[in-house]
């Protein structure tokens, strides 16, 4: 006797890949959450940028002034980040910094399950669908994000894929909401949001409410550059647009700058670097070239990054590639879509295999295990930095600092004796030495840094400075 067995109904199939999305998830959200805490205990992650949004949201969380010791700023003179203010409550349940790392792990991982919905909700069939969606994760840019770790830009990834998704169950104001939220983020999100709401408008029909977006993006870019970032400011002038003194001194002299400069422009976005980052970033998911609509919503933030002086910006390392990678993301989901329609199951499976081989390719580019690692035996820091009181105003060099942020004044070595990536260019450096009362240092670390190893001996001569603990990884002195 025969027995037939029923073909799995649509979605039943799509269950099944979904399962598989979430457990991609998981595995990426476990893995890279193990690695940054591990990371954390050996003692590898830095001040900058780590440390400030610690101490700022620590700050913001006790309902203190969140002026940022640890950069001599105030927290939103930095950045206009004010989606801080809306982590708080991290802090109000559970005031650990692995609390961070974690949280940015799992939000970041949220882009894979976002993605997926919105391939089904275009068609994409459910396996092609997943199958992009878990490469995703593999994305070097996006692992190498996990490695970077907190930044409050990362959290735009989810926010707009949770937009656009929205978008496509025609519910647009919604994405207005989130949109909106995603803007608090950094005061650059609007070079995203604003092709993004004229993209709504456009391509969705949506024409009120991605026109909406749009206004709000542009007013966000504008209030932040023109009065909010001013206005915190200690020398009242925007802090990091000396990284486009080709261009112009301000933000609006800069843009007319580009428009008036072409030829310098294209000078900068064809330099051999830049053009890396683009191969590295795009061709890593190639069905997103088949989304060209898609990818135009990345090249204003990419422009910026490629005019700026400032390297990071177009290294896939860090944390200013996470709106293209947005971009990206969506274009190879709505790339899918059109390969499909076009090319029907055989289509299909030529990308599926595509998709395979470029995440293949990816794991090169990405951090390996040299990049998670640190101090083998952290025992002996972490008993050191134990005689430290939790009020106590310390400074510690770099990967020390970050393990005492918790406090309203701690410093990064050689600061508040030399000044080090401290204020703002124009100021006076004058942050109050006579308050110290610790100074924690890793002396194999500072002996690659003369400027900080020549502060240090200075501070050992002048008297003023007992050792209490003087070991091989740890170097900790109290004010006598």
Do not use: C
Not at 146 to 167: K, Q, S
Not at 314 to 319: P, Q, S, T
């Amino acid at each position: 006797m025969t027995v037939l067995t029923p073909k799995l109904t649509t979605t039943s199939r799509r269950t099944r890949w979904a399962l598989i999305v979430w457990a991609g998830t998981a595995l990426f959200a476990g893995l890279h959450s193990a690695l940054i805490v591990s990371r954390f205990h050996r003692f590898g992650v830095y001040t900058f940028d780590f440390g400030i949004f610690d101490q700022g949201l620590w700050l913001l969380s006790r309902f203190e002034d969140p002026f940022v010791t640890l950069r001599g700023l105030n927290l939103f003179a930095d950045h206009s980040s004010y989606i801080m203010v809306l982590l708080t409550p991290l802090y109000w349940l559970w005031a650990d910094p692995r609390v961070l790392l974690v949280f940015t792990v799992v939000a970041l991982a949220a882009a894979a399950p976002l993605l997926f919905a919105i391939g089904t909700r275009l068609g994409v069939r459910p396996g092609l669908a997943a199958l992009i969606s878990v490469a995703f994760l593999a994305h070097p840019a996006l692992r190498w994000a996990a490695w970077d770790n907190f930044h409050p830009e990362y959290l735009v990834m989810p926010l707009v894929l949770g937009a656009t998704l929205f978008v496509l169950q025609d519910r647009p104001w919604w994405a207005v909401g989130l949109s909106a939220l995603a803007l608090t983020a950094k005061e650059d999100v609007a070079l995203l949001i604003v092709p993004f709401g004229a993209w709504v408008a456009w391509r969705h029909r949506h024409v009120a409410a991605g026109t909406v977006i749009a206004v709000l993006g542009a007013t966000a870019f504008l209030a932040n550059f023109l009065v909010l970032l001013p206005f915190f400011s200690p020398t009242d002038a925007v802090l990091y647009t000396g990284r486009y003194t080709e261009y112009g001194s301000s933000a609006l002299g800069i843009m007319a700058g580009v428009v008036t400069q072409p030829g310098a422009v294209l000078s900068d976005v064809t330099r051999p670097d830049a053009l890396r980052y683009l191969r590295d970033m795009v061709l890593l998911a190639p069905a997103g070239l088949a989304a060209p609509a898609v990818l135009v919503l990345g090249v204003p933030i990419t422009l910026a990054n490629m005019l700026s002086t400032h390297f990071y910006q177009i290294d896939i390392r860090y944390h200013y590639t996470i709106y293209l990678l947005t971009v990206i993301g969506l274009a190879a989901m709505f790339g899918a879509a059109r390969l499909q329609h076009r090319f029907g199951l055989r289509g299909a499976r030529a990308l599926g295999i595509v998709v395979v081989a470029a995440a293949l390719l990816g794991l090169g580019p990405g951090p390996g295990r040299a990049a998670w690692g640190g101090i083998e035996d952290g025992g002996e820091i972490e008993a050191a930095l134990a005689l430290i009181g939790p009020d106590d105003a310390v400074a510690a060099e770099s990967t020390l600092a970050v393990h005492l942020a918790h406090r309203q004044v701690v410093y990064r070595f050689p600061n508040p004796f030399r000044e080090l990536d401290y204020g703002a260019p124009d100021l006076a450096y004058d942050p109050p030495v006579e308050d110290l009362e610790w100074i924690a240092i890793d002396p194999q670390r500072i002996t690659n840094f003369a400027y900080a190893a020549e502060a240090l001996e200075a501070v050992r001569r002048s008297g003023e400075w007992t050792t209490v603990v003087d070991a091989d990884r740890i170097l900790l002195l109290r004010r006598r």
